[in-house]
């Protein structure tokens, strides 16, 4: 059981807004303002799409955006392409020793 | 530009050992902490390790304590990790990353079976 609690699917058509949630605790994801999300194809490594909550790295658009509420974060894919296909995992610091502990990712399918 | 590039991967009997390393490029190296993560096949991603700048901290996920070591040589941007009495459950794609995983390696494989 991942420590934090993504759903396992979520799906959109292209054009229209996705969000995609992650629960996890005050000793995690309420407690810091360290939520990154990563994007994942088959086959390849995850790659950095949000990281601190809301920030973007360069190269990522600006369709890509995070947010926090209390325990939950969220990510929001706007104007969904197909190439937005993919699994995406949330990450949360988890107040010591520099861990990170993930969600067990959602499998976004764009219609 | 950030590079990670992991090896040392193979089919290994159970109760084996590997040795993984990961050749860093393009960043500091010994300013960042440095981490290994794993993805087991058609499962989520798992923390294993990580490493201090100095190489005087190390924590592991419960799952791996007493059978894997990380190591890191900061003269050769170079991270390591010592896998011994290996379990066909460590079958994964294990990653190199840096920090809290700001940049990821390509990976490599494990396969731990008879």
């Known amino acids: 059981q991942s420590a934090l609690t993504q759903p396992p699917s979520a799906s959109g058509s292209p054009g229209q807004s996705v969000t995609i949630s992650c629960t996890g605790t005050?000793?995690?994801?309420?407690?810091?303002?360290?939520v990154s999300w990563y994007q994942q194809h088959p086959g390849k490594a995850p790659k950095l799409m949000i990281y601190?909550?809301?920030k973007r790295p360069s190269g990522v658009p600006d369709r890509f955006s995070g947010s926090k509420s209390g325990n939950t974060a969220s990510l929001t894919v706007s104007g969904l392409q197909a190439d937005d296909e993919a699994d995406y995992y949330c990450?949360?610091?988890?107040?010591?020793?520099?861990?990170?502990?993930f969600g067990g990712g959602t499998k976004l399918t764009v219609l | 530009e950030v590079q990670l590039v992991e090896s040392g991967g193979g089919l290994v009997q159970p109760g084996g050992s590997l040795r993984l390393s990961c050749a860093a490029s393009?960043?500091?190296?010994?300013?960042?902490?440095m981490s290994w993560a794993r993805q087991a096949p058609g499962k989520g991603l798992e923390w294993v390790a990580n490493?201090?700048?100095?190489?005087?901290?190390?924590y592991y996920v419960d799952s791996v304590k007493g059978r894997f070591t990380i190591s890191r040589d900061n003269a050769q941007n170079s991270l390591f990790l010592q896998m011994n009495s290996l379990r066909a459950e460590d079958t994964a794609v294990y990653y190199c990353?840096?920090?809290?995983?700001?940049?990821w390696g390509q990976g490599t494989l494990v396969t731990v079976s008879s």
């Open positions: 393009g960043f500091t190296f010994s300013s960042y902490w």
């Open positions: 005050s000793s995690d994801v309420g407690g810091y303002n360290h």
């Open positions: 990450s949360s610091y988890a107040g010591s020793n520099n861990w990170v502990v």
């Open positions: 490493i201090r700048q100095d190489g005087n901290e190390k």
């Open positions: 601190e909550v809301s």
């Open positions: 990353a840096r920090g809290r995983g700001d940049h």
